[in-house]
């Protein structure tokens, strides 16, 4: 499931390329052909990420609220702005990317982290196809535009240069101000869109009054916006924290560690497209780290193998239907 560091590299997507456009929209497979024909031929004028969810706003106060789920993705094809992580998915952002992404010569910040440099400055290019002013229906290279439609795609947004297609998202809705407005009450704090020292407060004061493991307290998308199973899985080990502890019973220091460190890695993510959660790699590290999943975790989906830092065998369990990977001596 994509995490929130995904999410808001979408909305950065749509800022760049879509919104200020007219949009022709559609729904190909037919299942939001209503939601396509309210926004069609509308301009898109803002957009915005809140953990796991994007708002994209059109004209008269109408909102498309997308939430990718389990499945959901976002392909973008013509005119389009990527960085070196974009193009390793060929366009497509949402789903999960560990595949990672290959760094020709990644340097380090004055933080010792990965800056946007680290990957290329973002830069507009063509991808797969690009508008044509010609009116043959034909791209420069003599593509197909708008490219043909693959798979059940439930919405397609297209502007004279872009095309964005979406497919199986859990949620597809437009709504209205009010209605966006009681979606966000939902949620916990985003440290990306909330004041952080209002948003550390508020998560501290929540767990530490839940009798709930903390191991699915991270995963309440109520109690704090964006962390799925893979950063869940990294910031309970990178704070030695055993997942079963109670909320109440975590140290309140503790606590704000967690969302301290959250704030952290959610910025290194959205800045690197990678869920980079290892420090102290040399430029060597860093460039495998960006390239392989085996080589940039902790704990996450290394089941059986030795913790990084004592050698003990790392645990996988079940824990609310999705897998939780931990150290049981560093987290005891």
């Not at 910031?235 to 019973?249: E, K, Q, S």
Request: net charge neutral; aromatic share 6%.
């Amino acid at each position: 499931m994509p995490e929130g560091h995904s999410v808001h590299r979408i909305a950065r997507q749509f800022d760049r390329n879509i919104v200020g456009r007219r949009v022709a929209a559609s729904s190909p497979q037919g299942r939001f052909a209503e939601g396509a024909s309210m926004i069609d031929g509308r301009t898109a004028t803002s957009v915005k990420a809140v953990a796991k969810q994007m708002f994209l706003e059109f004209d008269d106060d109408l909102w498309l609220r997308v939430h990718l789920g389990m499945y959901g993705a976002w392909d973008f094809a013509g005119e389009i702005v990527v960085d070196p992580t974009i193009a390793s998915s060929n366009g497509r952002m949402g789903q999960t990317n560990q595949r990672g992404t290959v760094v020709e010569d990644a340097v380090m910040d004055a933080a010792g982290e990965n800056s946007l440099d680290s990957i290329g400055a973002p830069r507009r290019t063509r991808t797969r196809v690009r508008m044509s002013e010609q009116t043959s229906g034909l791209d420069d290279e003599g593509q197909p535009w708008p490219p043909p439609v693959v798979g059940q795609v439930r919405l397609r947004l297209l502007t004279e240069i872009t095309c964005a297609d979406l497919r199986g998202p859990t949620a597809c809705v437009i709504q209205t101000p009010d209605e966006v407005a009681a979606t966000i009450a939902k949620l916990g704090p985003d440290p990306l869109v909330d004041d952080v020292a209002e948003g550390e407060e508020r998560v501290v004061s929540v767990i530490r009054r839940k009798p709930t493991p903390i191991g699915l307290l991270l995963m309440d998308q109520s109690v704090i916006s964006g962390i799925g199973n893979v950063y869940r899985a990294e910031l309970l080990f990178r704070a030695r924290l055993n997942p079963h502890t109670p909320g109440r019973d975590v140290p309140e220091e503790t606590v704000r560690e967690i969302w301290r460190d959250w704030v952290k890695l959610l910025a290194i993510g959205v800045e690197t497209g990678q869920m980079m959660t290892m420090d102290g790699l040399d430029a060597a590290a860093r460039r495998r780290a960006m390239a392989r999943r085996a080589d940039r975790h902790w704990v996450y989906h290394r089941a059986g193998l030795p913790c990084r830092v004592c050698g003990t065998e790392i645990v996988m369990e079940e824990a609310a239907g999705r897998k939780l990977y931990w150290c049981p001596s560093c987290q005891a």
